[in-house]
């Protein structure tokens, strides 16, 4: 016995989508790169800002002792600091460095943050179709992932969600703009969401925690805003990270922010910080604490992801696809003609196009692509997506 | 109740520490810095070597594109294949990039190697004293952490290690160069441990992993060598950082290298990686590891290490302090005078010098000291260290 028998079980499980990298690596090693059409990533293509690369050869030249070791396990006091002035301005509230701890990108803070909250057999609740690493996350710390649906629009469904709280559930996730569906959720949405966990924390007397997982806040199309959770609930955390705002996803710099007026705010920041350092975080990573810190509120390019956006919609809807447009993120989740979606996918991958069956998500019957990829990848892939719609004719 | 009941616990446990932090920060705000003399942090101060700043300086003005994206889990495979030729050379194998992951420094592949390979209920055995934080890696996935008693020499007691593993031991970790005793276990104590975990292993009917955390290879002292554990035992695995062979330990880079032979290769490779992803690691940093990838067996100026080692070891003798003097690493773990090291450190505290109890390592009796400061902290703080020993003749 080598492995543990629960890895080797999650092994087993994923080796359908290792099988699906592997066929789209062998299918480019065939029929060459440039004639695979590859939308089954997320790795953000558009370049990181001008400013990124001024600020990284400036954080380089420093000269500060120590620039490259150990600070408070929480991150740099100026950072954080400087994190909690973008957080005020974003969110509408007075934060202060003691709200913000820097973290190993998102899944790096949602885990310090999931590890904080919930005891064994707590319950953490997302939405469907879901990011499949959250019932890792859930599961990493003896939780449980639950499942509540969304509405034909991708729309949180606030009686669906009521129904599946549960004396158990200790935080509920949200992910808006949203992977893989690109729905923003209204305002409207998240208040009614704020007023049920109240009602129901009351009712089961524990806090339930909205954890706002929310790293495509910056990609947003038409004018499209993303309502803060601060603004409608108070006990909320957002955890978020530079990943696609600046296209450094590698370099896994995030952080989390609790509300100010947050129940218990000393123990839960301590807890968050505890726990970002003994489950070997440690800290955020040192240079690219004090490079972000500087570029609040910096993005990449959004206008780029805007007209891919259009290229992609425009030719699928011609092409016949059914889909709700999505208002962020470079994702969108079309039914899968026909209705199985893996079935689908393996059409589309008979034309060198590669997706996502939304299986993969807890979504049979749709698909996910990712638009960020280069124009070309976009136009070229249309006689493929044709071709396999047809099929279904 | 908002933080969970485990990490409330944790934090009321370790609230001596941060006590003792605390108290160690006001007497700087009293007393001023300079006058007070901190023992207590491993932060390495030596600066990085020169080639580091260059290889840095180079991997920012490179402009391949996706250059601070995601890249596959275990790291880039060029730097994989970089880091498996340094354990080839350095540990007498024929590594491959396929046995080696990059991690979030070693923190980070504690983590994810330990949750690869433990189930809830198994037993991860490690060495008195020991480096605070297995605990917390043990039971992170699940696993209780036992302890096997260390000789007077802080060498490996093969009989303790015997008798203290039993049918659900899954893993031993081992630390040398040590933290906190400088200590560097021999050959002949390698490969008795090697043997003695092949006859168990066969016992038991289960593969017992050797891990050896091995962040301070690089610094050892008059000649010392680090006998390398795959030479001993093939079921073993290698986790080490950059952080102290470069000092960057706030850039969290490092690695998880398995003997090329280890039982169930590919599976066990796959579950590190895997782990390393779902616990939200991800990956190592991008850009780091095209950095530390240049700098196979790089290390800042040990010699600045030795003559700390000089100064205070001799200080500390002529005192009357008793110690082993540490081989490898910058801490030494003097006897606490009068056998009670809480109250001895804190006689030290009134002498405004700061130190580590061993309690904190497990070991009470013993204070640890970081001599990874300025000379001047060190002969500074002699006089100090003369007046607390003194109340105890």
């Given amino acids: 016995m080598a492995v543990s028998r629960k890895i080797k079980g999650f092994m087993e499980k994923s080796s359908w989508i290792r099988r699906m990298f592997e066929t789209g690596a ?76 820097m973290t190993v990108g998102a899944g790096g803070g949602l885990n310090a943050v999931i590890k904080a909250i919930v005891d064994p057999g707590d319950e953490v609740l997302a939405m469907i179709p879901y990011f499949v690493e959250y019932g890792f996350y859930a599961d990493n710390h003896g939780a449980a992932l639950t499942l509540a649906p969304t509405t034909e629009e991708f729309d949180l469904d606030i009686a669906a969600i009521e129904g599946a709280l549960t004396p158990r559930t200790s935080a509920v996730i949200i992910n808006s703009p949203n992977n893989p569906t690109g729905a923003v959720y209204p305002a409207s949405s998240i208040a009614a969401l704020g007023e049920v966990l109240a009602r129901k924390s009351e009712e089961y007397g524990r806090t339930i925690y909205l954890v706002s997982d929310e790293p495509y806040t910056a990609i947003v199309y ?45 123990n839960l920041v301590g807890g968050i910080i505890l726990c970002n350092r003994i489950l070997g975080f440690v800290n955020a990573p040192a240079m690219m604490q004090r490079v972000v810190g500087k570029l609040q509120g910096e993005t990449v390019d959004i206008a780029e992801y805007a007209r891919k956006r259009e290229l992609i919609c425009d030719g699928l809807e ?50 996910r692509l990712s638009f960020c990829v280069p124009d070309e990848t976009i136009t070229g892939a249309m006689p493929g997506f044709e071709r396999a719609i047809a099929r279904y004719r």
């Fill in 318 to 367: 011609r092409l016949g696809y059914e889909f709700v447009k999505p208002r962020g993120t470079f994702y969108l989740m079309p039914r899968a003609p026909g209705g199985d979606d893996v079935a689908f996918v393996q059409a589309l991958q008979d034309e060198l196009v590669l997706a996502v069956p939304g299986s993969g998500f807890g979504l049979p019957g749709h698909f």
């Fill in 222 to 266: 038409e004018g499209t805003e993303v309502p803060s959770v601060f603004s409608h609930y108070r006990n909320s955390i957002v955890v978020t990270s530079y990943s696609k705002d600046l296209s450094i996803p590698g370099e896994r710099i995030g952080y989390a922010a609790v509300h100010p007026d947050i129940e218990d705010h000393a």
């Fill in 26 to 101: 062998e299918l480019k090693a065939k029929h060459g790169v440039e004639n695979v059409f590859d939308f089954s990533l997320g790795n953000p293509n558009v370049p990181p800002p001008a400013s990124f690369q001024k600020a990284l050869e400036e954080a380089v030249r420093e000269t500060a002792p120590n620039k490259h070791g150990y600070m408070p396990n929480g991150g740099y006091p100026h950072v954080r600091q400087e994190v909690a002035g973008f957080v005020s301005r974003r969110h509408g509230v007075s934060a202060t460095a003691d709200d913000i701890v």
